[in-house]
């Protein structure tokens, strides 16, 4: 089935670094969604991403559509505190009406 | 706009009984999709409902099952608990456009715990 394979799965960095991540896929994706999730609560939409190559901010979070419609990034500049948790990709196949997730990335900031 | 609510936040039950989680979505969103969530596993699909039918379903066994109202509400069923069947499930609900893009909105979760 379609899979999408989030990278990396855990990140332990200093507080002010930038930080990256990505999804990539063997499938073709017409939306790529990037949310993030608080321990407990449910994730939250960060960015909304519709056409191949758009690249959108929102703050300090930058997030591209890859050219190839089989990947995405996330990137948070100068991280802080509150950017702990875990990151989510997601990809939506127009066809099977289908939205799919990455794994997801654990951030650790370390102050 | 009232966001995606989930009922009861917080659930205890014991092995063998069944549980009934529920799901109000964003006021005019016709999609309602669940996610059963473990430590370490990431959203797992459950199913999606869409204007009451069945649209998506990921491989869960039939004790898992779901349904939607004709106002977009949706419950999901779990009958004969396991002990693996602790999770956060998780409901989301779009407004769906089709093949166009579609932004899912998250409620806060319900955590069960069976004992």
């Known amino acids: 089935g379609q899979q999408l394979n989030q990278s990396p799965q855990s990140m332990f960095i200093q507080e002010g670094e930038d930080v990256s991540m990505n999804c990539t896929s063997s499938?073709?994706?017409?939306?790529w969604l990037w949310y993030k999730q608080d321990p407990g609560e449910g994730p939250v939409l960060l960015i909304a991403?519709?056409?191949?190559?758009e690249l959108t901010s929102n703050g300090r979070l930058t997030a591209q559509f890859g050219i190839t419609r089989k990947d995405s990034f996330l990137n948070i500049s100068a991280s802080i505190p509150s950017d702990v948790g875990i990151y989510f990709c997601a990809g939506y196949l127009g066809r099977a009406q289908k939205l799919v997730f990455g794994q997801g990335t654990r951030l650790t900031i370390n102050p | 706009k009232a966001g995606v609510t989930q009922t009861p936040r917080y659930l205890i039950k014991t092995r063998g009984q069944q549980v009934t989680l529920s799901c109000s979505p964003i006021s005019g969103h016709r999609s309602v999709s669940w996610y059963q969530q473990t430590p370490g596993q990431g959203l797992q699909f459950l199913f999606e409902?869409?204007?009451?039918?069945?649209?998506n379903k990921g491989n869960f066994p039939g004790r898992f099952s779901g349904r939607q109202f004709s106002n977009s509400r949706s419950e999901m069923n779990v009958s004969t608990l396991e002990l693996g069947d602790s999770a956060l499930y998780l409901c989301?609900?779009?407004?769906?456009?089709?093949?166009?893009?579609?932004?899912?909105?998250f409620g806060q979760g319900t955590r069960l715990t069976v004992v």
């Open positions: 991403l519709y056409k191949a190559g």
């Open positions: 499938s073709i994706f017409n939306t």
């Open positions: 409902y869409f204007s009451e039918t069945q649209r």
């Open positions: 989301a609900s779009s407004a769906d456009r089709g093949r166009i893009h579609i932004e899912a909105f």
